[in-house]
């Protein structure tokens, strides 16, 4: 099996294995996200998760709300998505063709689909997957069509996901730092870390660690930049003691170096202001633009009842 | 609601006395030329006192400036106990945000505050664990604190307690050292303080360890949504009730667990966190960290943003309460 980026446009058929929930919305965001600056439709199968993926685009500042009025992004509903895996697998064949034709006749130069549209598949998973991926193969196989699989650690067995990636000729691969799936720390690039999920008393030595160790190779490398960034768009809830300690270290940052904390929300603004961030003469605090950018405690979801077999 | 963010270091500038009185008229005799001397200096004053000793000490400094030019500004009036729990440390907490705000823009307060028999409780126990609070919540601001406490109250806890946790005492008009003072935190691990009314069984517990705060913060969560909280309260409170959870993990022991009620009561979402452990300091998180410490701003921050925060300590370990309103 070959290994890939999301953003990989060569591959019509790959499959990926989140570990955590926070790659698992990293992975199916970034895909979407491609989508979209292609120019293509772009199809999201809900089961209950869309909330948390469109969260992820508006964190990564891609606009959601215009492309879902004008039918560039679909998000198929749960239910449709749950029915959709109870049909007989040549109807789901034609079904996966339908939407493709849909695509093109409404002109768009592709399309492209991810989400949870196998999570429900039980109870002979294994056998129903592949009956039911290989359909998606042959709808999708010469023509301009892409799809994610996502085979998740928390939906799916391992067994199953074994089975489903050996399926697969290509894995779509997203390295972090660190992942507990409470808190996912990525390099975006040299010298500036993204964070998504919660920063709390279990996980603080990392965050410590990464800023730490960042530091370290910025003092070490001859033309490395003079600003440390943490990016904190996906970041839902951070605690006193982190907040602290990340005031701490740019108080502690050598003069020539700086720590800029980028995409802000407002819940880890406030806790960032009250432990003395406006203070801190070497630390920049930067907030979201987005205008839609929900905190940590959403609302709980109206959870439809499942209905899949 | 606004939240301190005070980086100032820990020089005590409070002063706090107690005078025995020996009636109401006593009361007002004694007050009076404390409020006509912040007056002259022209330093507000703020009062917690019984309505007739307000109006008495109105009638009286007003007889007294006569000559003067601009009447002077009515006296501050200080919150009083909110809700169905009597907790001193949470008035404490909750005057020294008033205080605070008067002090920045004015430099000094004068306050004088009267014993009211109502909020005795069972033994007049609050008493002395607000004046032992306001040692530690006010410490670093420039008051002048005078509490009034009658001679023969109902509770001896009351005298007893006053006499320890004042560190001057009202003699003929003059505020000097008092011998009998005691260290706050000293005084009530001794004392104990009190524990507040019993609620019926909760509607959910949590048990969790230093892994598991994330469903702690969940399960805040869901019920100041169902509080109807907004979501920059309920972001709020997940935080108070996160911090006091992680001081539990941190130095607790045995059961940790949250206890919640939804919001169903009076409005108010209540949590309690309960571990077997004992804290060193009876009265976390009362005063304003020194920015240079790590430690201890999670509690006085999580005070800040919840309408009571009342931590005792009983044989089965350290309990928090925290009640909030939407």
Do not use: K
Not at chain 1, 26 to 31: K, L, P
């Amino acid at each position: 099996m070959r290994t890939t980026t999301v953003e990989d446009r060569s591959v019509a058929h790959a499959c990926a294995v989140p570990g955590s929930e926070e790659e698992l919305w990293e992975v199916s965001a970034a895909f979407l996200a491609d989508g979209l600056a292609a120019g293509e439709q772009v199809v999201y199968f809900d089961d209950g998760t869309a909330d948390a993926v469109l969260g992820r685009l508006v964190d990564d500042r891609v606009p959601v709300d215009g492309p879902l009025r004008d039918g560039r992004l679909r998000v198929v509903e749960t239910e449709v998505t749950r029915a959709a895996m109870r049909i007989p697998l040549h109807e789901a064949a034609s079904g996966f063709a339908a939407l493709i034709d849909d695509a093109l006749g409404a002109g768009f130069p592709g399309i492209r689909w991810t989400g949870q549209y196998s999570s429900r598949l039980r109870p002979h998973a294994g056998l129903w997957l592949a009956d039911y991926d290989a359909a998606m193969e042959r709808a999708l196989v010469g023509r301009p069509a892409r799809a994610l699989c996502l085979y998740d650690r928390t939906r799916y067995p391992d067994d199953v996901i074994e089975v489903m990636r050996g399926l697969h000729d290509v894995q779509v691969e997203s390295p972090a730092l660190y992942d507990d799936s409470l808190l996912r720390v990525t390099r975006v690039r040299p010298f500036r870390l993204r964070l998504a999920g919660e920063v709390d008393h279990s996980n603080r030595p990392v965050l410590n660690r990464l800023v730490a160790a960042t530091l370290d190779e910025a003092l070490r490398g001859h033309d490395s930049p003079a600003v440390l960034e943490l990016d904190l768009s996906s970041l839902r809830f951070l605690d006193v003691a982190g907040a602290v300690a990340l005031v701490h270290a740019a108080e502690e940052f050598p003069q020539s170096h700086r720590l800029a904390l980028s995409g802000v929300r407002p819940g880890v603004q406030r806790v960032l202001d009250r432990c003395g961030a406006p203070f801190a003469a070497q630390l920049d605090v930067t907030p979201h633009p987005g205008s839609r950018c929900p905190g940590f405690p959403l609302p709980p979801p109206a959870d439809p009842p499942d209905g899949a077999a | 609601m606004r939240v301190e963010t005070t980086r100032s270091a820990g020089v005590v500038r409070l002063r706090h006395g107690v005078g025995f009185t020996a009636s109401a008229a006593d009361v007002v005799d004694r007050a009076a030329p404390l409020v006509a001397a912040a007056r002259a200096r022209g330093e507000p004053v703020a009062l917690s006192v019984r309505a007739d000793t307000a109006r008495a000490l109105a009638e009286r400094t007003a007889a007294g400036a006569g000559t003067a030019g601009a009447p002077p500004d009515p006296p501050i009036v200080l919150a009083r106990p909110e809700g169905p729990d009597r907790s001193g440390q949470t008035l404490a907490a909750r005057w020294a945000r008033e205080l605070r705000t008067v002090t920045r823009s004015r430099g000094g307060v004068t306050v004088v505050v009267e014993h009211d028999g109502e909020l005795d409780g069972t033994d007049g126990a609050f008493w002395t664990e607000l004046d032992a609070a306001l040692n530690l919540a006010l410490s670093e601001v420039a008051a002048t604190v005078v509490c009034l406490y009658p001679q023969l109250p109902l509770h001896r806890e009351v005298v007893d307690g006053a006499g320890q946790t004042h560190p001057l005492l009202l003699v003929d008009g003059v505020l000097q050292a008092n011998r009998r003072y005691r260290e706050p935190r000293e005084l009530l691990v001794e004392r104990g303080v009190p524990a507040p009314a019993v609620l019926g069984p909760p509607d959910r517990r949590i048990g969790f360890d230093t892994w598991q705060l994330a469903a702690v913060r969940h399960g805040v969560a869901d019920a100041a949504w169902a509080a109807g909280c907004d979501g920059d309260r309920v972001e709020d409170l997940v935080l108070a009730v996160n911090e006091v959870a992680t001081n539990a993990v941190e130095h607790g022991s045995g059961d940790v667990h949250l206890d919640v009620w939804d919001g169903g009561r009076a409005g108010a979402l209540v949590c309690e966190v309960h571990d077997g452990g004992r804290l060193a300091d009876p009265l976390p998180g009362l005063r304003a960290p020194h920015p240079a410490d790590p430690r201890g701003r999670g509690l006085w921050i999580a005070r800040q943003l919840c309408d009571l925060l009342h931590v005792w300590t009983d044989a089965a370990g350290t309990h928090v309460r925290i009640r909030a309103l939407p």
